[in-house]
Protein backbone atom coordinates (compact mmCIF):
# COMPACT_ATOMS: atom_id res chain seq x y z
CA UNK A 1 0.00 0.00 0.00
CA UNK A 2 1.24 2.93 -0.82
CA UNK A 3 0.48 6.24 1.19
CA UNK A 4 -1.33 9.60 -0.15
CA UNK A 5 -2.52 8.24 -3.60
CA UNK A 6 -5.89 8.01 -4.62
CA UNK A 7 -6.95 4.25 -4.22
CA UNK A 8 -8.43 4.35 -7.66
CA UNK A 9 -4.45 4.27 -8.68
CA UNK A 10 -3.09 1.03 -9.51
CA UNK A 11 0.56 -0.38 -9.91
CA UNK A 12 -1.22 -0.64 -14.08
CA UNK A 13 -2.45 2.30 -14.03
CA UNK A 14 0.24 4.26 -12.51
CA UNK A 15 2.87 2.71 -14.43
CA UNK A 16 0.94 3.32 -17.33
CA UNK A 17 0.35 7.18 -16.85
CA UNK A 18 4.33 7.17 -15.87
CA UNK A 19 5.43 6.31 -18.90
CA UNK A 20 3.10 8.74 -20.67
CA UNK A 21 5.38 11.73 -21.91
CA UNK A 22 4.17 15.39 -22.17
CA UNK A 23 1.33 16.00 -24.73
CA UNK A 24 0.42 12.09 -24.88
CA UNK A 25 -3.19 11.44 -23.99
CA UNK A 26 -5.16 9.13 -21.75
CA UNK A 27 -9.02 8.24 -23.04
CA UNK A 28 -11.56 8.10 -19.70
CA UNK A 29 -13.87 6.24 -21.72
CA UNK A 30 -17.71 5.32 -20.95
CA UNK A 31 -19.00 1.84 -20.53
CA UNK A 32 -20.64 1.75 -24.25
CA UNK A 33 -16.99 2.99 -25.85
CA UNK A 34 -15.26 0.64 -28.31
CA UNK A 35 -12.08 0.75 -26.17
CA UNK A 36 -10.63 -2.72 -27.33
CA UNK A 37 -11.23 -1.66 -30.77
CA UNK A 38 -9.30 1.88 -30.22
CA UNK A 39 -6.53 0.81 -27.50
CA UNK A 40 -3.42 1.47 -29.23
CA UNK A 41 -1.19 0.53 -26.58
CA UNK A 42 -2.72 0.02 -23.08
CA UNK A 43 -6.56 -0.66 -21.98
CA UNK A 44 -7.33 -0.86 -18.53
CA UNK A 45 -10.87 -1.67 -16.85
CA UNK A 46 -12.12 0.26 -13.98
CA UNK A 47 -15.49 -1.20 -13.80
CA UNK A 48 -18.16 -0.07 -11.17
CA UNK A 49 -16.72 3.65 -11.11
CA UNK A 50 -17.53 7.10 -12.87
CA UNK A 51 -15.52 9.25 -15.80
CA UNK A 52 -15.31 12.45 -13.62
CA UNK A 53 -13.75 10.17 -10.76
CA UNK A 54 -11.30 8.33 -12.41
CA UNK A 55 -10.31 11.84 -14.19
CA UNK A 56 -10.14 13.30 -10.65
CA UNK A 57 -7.76 10.51 -9.37
CA UNK A 58 -5.37 11.19 -12.76
CA UNK A 59 -5.28 14.65 -12.01
CA UNK A 60 -4.04 13.80 -8.82
CA UNK A 61 -1.08 12.67 -10.26
CA UNK A 62 -0.23 14.62 -13.37
CA UNK A 63 -0.80 17.94 -13.98
CA UNK A 64 -2.39 19.36 -18.18
CA UNK A 65 -0.68 19.89 -20.93
CA UNK A 66 -0.29 23.72 -21.46
CA UNK A 67 0.07 23.53 -25.06
CA UNK A 68 -3.12 23.81 -26.78
CA UNK A 69 -6.41 22.23 -25.00
CA UNK A 70 -5.60 19.48 -22.18
CA UNK A 71 -9.02 18.39 -22.35
CA UNK A 72 -11.47 16.89 -25.46
CA UNK A 73 -14.94 16.10 -24.69
CA UNK A 74 -17.06 13.76 -26.83
CA UNK A 75 -19.25 16.54 -28.37
CA UNK A 76 -23.55 15.42 -27.55
CA UNK A 77 -26.12 16.42 -29.76
CA UNK A 78 -27.92 17.88 -26.84
CA UNK A 79 -25.10 20.05 -26.05
CA UNK A 80 -23.21 20.35 -23.04
CA UNK A 81 -24.36 17.41 -20.59
CA UNK A 82 -24.05 16.78 -16.71
CA UNK A 83 -21.34 14.55 -17.16
CA UNK A 84 -19.33 16.68 -19.18
CA UNK A 85 -19.87 19.36 -16.94
CA UNK A 86 -18.38 16.88 -14.06
CA UNK A 87 -15.61 15.91 -15.94
CA UNK A 88 -14.67 19.56 -16.62
CA UNK A 89 -15.10 20.10 -12.96
CA UNK A 90 -12.61 16.81 -12.94
CA UNK A 91 -10.34 18.44 -14.89
CA UNK A 92 -9.12 21.00 -12.71
CA UNK A 93 -8.81 23.54 -15.98
CA UNK A 94 -8.27 26.84 -14.18
CA UNK A 95 -9.42 28.95 -16.89
CA UNK A 96 -7.69 26.62 -19.41
CA UNK A 97 -9.51 25.43 -22.67
CA UNK A 98 -11.22 22.61 -23.25
CA UNK A 99 -12.45 21.30 -27.00
CA UNK A 100 -15.40 19.85 -27.84
CA UNK A 101 -14.66 17.08 -30.61
CA UNK A 102 -17.39 15.58 -33.08
CA UNK A 103 -18.24 11.85 -32.08
CA UNK A 104 -16.08 10.33 -34.81
CA UNK A 105 -13.16 12.90 -34.72
CA UNK A 106 -13.25 12.32 -30.75
CA UNK A 107 -12.47 8.13 -32.20
CA UNK A 108 -9.78 8.99 -33.92
CA UNK A 109 -8.14 11.35 -31.78
CA UNK A 110 -8.83 8.21 -29.38
CA UNK A 111 -6.62 5.82 -31.50
CA UNK A 112 -3.77 7.92 -30.79
CA UNK A 113 -4.04 7.85 -26.94
CA UNK A 114 -1.39 6.09 -25.22
CA UNK A 115 -4.19 5.03 -22.64
CA UNK A 116 -7.58 4.15 -22.39
CA UNK A 117 -9.43 3.52 -19.57
CA UNK A 118 -12.73 1.86 -19.94
CA UNK A 119 -15.01 2.96 -16.56
CA UNK A 120 -18.41 1.71 -15.43
CA UNK A 121 -19.76 5.34 -16.29
CA UNK A 122 -23.23 4.17 -18.22
CA UNK A 123 -24.40 7.85 -18.50
CA UNK A 124 -23.83 8.64 -22.72
CA UNK A 125 -21.04 11.25 -23.97
CA UNK A 126 -19.04 10.40 -20.69
CA UNK A 127 -15.62 10.17 -22.27
CA UNK A 128 -12.79 12.36 -22.43
CA UNK A 129 -9.02 12.65 -23.59
CA UNK A 130 -6.69 14.65 -21.35
CA UNK A 131 -3.20 15.92 -22.49
CA UNK A 132 -0.23 15.06 -19.88
CA UNK A 133 1.73 18.07 -19.21
CA UNK A 134 4.79 18.56 -18.38
CA UNK A 135 5.37 17.12 -14.76
CA UNK A 136 7.02 20.57 -12.36
CA UNK A 137 10.46 20.06 -10.82
CA UNK A 138 10.42 19.16 -7.55
CA UNK A 139 12.76 20.57 -5.37
CA UNK A 140 14.91 18.87 -2.52
Known amino acids: MLLNLDPLLTGQLLLALDEMGHGDGVVIADAHFTASKLAKKHLIDLPGISSPRVLQAIRSVIVPDTYGPSLDLMESPEGLLPVQTELIEAAR ?18 KEAELIIRTGETRTYGNAL ?10 A
Open 93 to 110: LQGEPYRMIERFAFYDLA
Open 130 to 139: FRKGVTPVMS
